[in-house]
């Protein structure tokens, strides 16, 4: 069951900030967070595992709710860079290797000047 | 760059035809996998190579058929394929440091497959 992300897309400002979303219907054991520009291969931002941990890249940070089974991610004083679809990929097994993350429908960001 | 690189970047396929898709990975890692992004879908992960063994098969038809010969090389072999197949298929690779669910998968930049 892949998880459920919102919104599905956000316009903003530059120095604006914004919230995305990603909820599952199973226990989480990790939420991995990824920015994909058109064109492009997606770049890995961050994970967060459970216990509720918080995370942070440049200005962008991320917390990770157990018991909601749900990860957001923060875009703060967002900047043209931050433009992109964001996709969160979580995975619900502890496994050695080969992890499998099924991941969200995305989030586009569009950041104007 | 992420050290993935994926070959070629663009292919234009009949559905009659043979063709493979290539993915190197330059990072030392040793598992591997076969996403594949259509347009208004999710990312879908196809299969998953843990020290060049196939650990996941995600229901894919087997006119998609997988190879990894070593721990550096991905390959997606393509037969008969239809127009739904059309689609970006990612390659991506990981290292299993022993802390499981905290590989970071690195992305190659895909290739464009038009299946007519």
């Known amino acids: 069951q892949q998880p459920v992300q919102s919104p599905q897309a956000v316009i903003l400002r530059e120095g604006e900030d914004a919230v995305i979303n990603c909820s599952s219907s199973k226990a989480l054991y990790s939420v991995h967070w990824y920015r994909q520009k058109h064109g492009e291969a997606p770049v890995f931002l961050m994970i967060?595992?459970?216990?509720?941990e918080q995370k942070g890249h440049e200005k962008i940070s991320a917390s990770f709710n157990e018991k909601k089974q749900q990860s957001s991610l923060y875009l703060t004083a967002s900047q043209l860079s931050y433009s992109g679809t964001y996709f969160c990929g979580t995975d619900i097994v502890v496994k050695a290797a080969g992890n499998k993350l099924t991941f969200g429908g995305g989030t586009r960001v569009l950041v104007k000047p | 760059e992420t050290g993935v690189t994926q070959t070629p970047r663009h292919l234009v396929m009949g559905m009659t035809n043979k063709k493979s898709l290539k993915c190197e990975q330059h990072?030392?890692?040793?598992?591997m996998y076969w996403y594949k992004q259509s347009a208004k879908k999710p990312l879908e992960l196809m299969f998953v190579y843990s020290l060049e063994e196939r650990v996941e098969n995600n229901s894919v038809p087997s006119r998609f058929s997988p190879e990894c010969p070593n721990s550096s090389h991905l390959f997606l072999h393509l037969h008969t394929l239809q127009p739904e197949d059309s689609a970006l298929y990612l390659c991506?690779?990981?290292?299993?440091?022993?802390?499981?669910?905290?590989?970071?998968?690195?992305f190659g930049p895909g290739t464009r497959l038009l299946v007519l």
């Open positions: 990072l030392g890692h040793n598992a």
């Open positions: 991506a690779s990981s290292q299993d440091a022993g802390l499981a669910g905290q590989e970071t998968q690195y």
């Open positions: 967060l595992l459970k216990g509720g």
